[in-house]
């Protein structure tokens, strides 16, 4: 079965400085990896996905993400904070289900920004 | 905008009271999803359908009763619901070819 762990509950990060947010995962199979991000009474967005090809993956408003097999790790970072990335942040891991996918959410980091 | 609707966005109701939460796809998609977003705990997948037929169910109570008449809407019906169901219900959509997952804006849900 699978399951995804994000190893800290909250981040607090000054802007211009650099995010990292957590994220293992455990699969039966090869499994496809995604971060999604929620502001505060908004609706989830997704901010990039790993699906077998280029293990750097680039995704929306500056955010990369590196899978690494061997570490069963999917590391969310950004170079630079802005006061716009506060939100919720969950890794999320997806498996095949019968003729759809099962979509598996971490338990989320708040990401806050001091300015 | 994602695609993916939900009605209503709030919703108030008594413990005796049955309601029906109500999302709609343009997408597209095959496959659709109800989940359950509670304060302080991760969002837990409840049911998944793939072209109008249930494949997944997450041991939710029979309080709980999701309905897919087509590929482009989905329901859950609520009847005789518990103050701890009060929580935030997303649905979501997505295609058997791709496997990320489009969410509508959510359903707030509290139950007096």
Redesign the interface.
Known sequence: AQSVTQLDSHVSVSEGTPVLLRCNYSSSYSP?L?W?VQHPN?????LL?Y?SAATLVKGINGFEAEFKKSETSFHLTKPSAHMSDAAEY?CVV?D?????????????TRLSIRP | ETGVTQTPRHLVMGMTNKKSLKCEQHLGHNAMYWYKQSAKKPLELMFVYSLEERVENNSVPSRFSPECPNSSHLFLHLHTLQPEDSALYLCASGDRGVTEAFFGQGTRLTVV
């Open positions: 496809s995604f999604y908004k609706g989830l967005q997704l996905k699906t969950f997806s095949r289900i019968s003729s759809a996918s099962k979509i598996i959410f971490g338990s989320g």
